[in-house]
């Protein structure tokens, strides 16, 4: 996706983003995108070992009833 961009178009994005939101919104931005991309991978790993666990119960149905014992 970005890797057209180059070094030369990062230094212009990073340029433009400082212009338009200042040096003190910079940070907090930055904080609350690392916060959200966070929460994202977090829920991602969730839901894919919930959707291994469902595989495996599928695979072995017999598994969950001995589990229970």
Avoid: C
Avoid at 2 to 20: D, R, T, Y
Avoid at 53 to 59: F, L, S, T
Wanted: charged share 30%; glycine share 8%; proline share 6%.
């Amino acid at each position: 996706m970005f890797s057209n961009i180059g070094i030369p178009g990062l230094i212009l994005i990073l340029v433009l983003a400082l212009m338009i939101f200042g040096p003190k919104k910079l940070p907090e931005m930055g904080r609350a995108i690392g916060q959200t991309l966070k929460e994202f991978k977090k829920s991602t790993k969730e839901l894919i070992d919930d959707e291994k666990e469902n595989v495996i119960e599928m695979a072995n149905p017999n598994e969950k009833d001995k589990k229970s014992e």
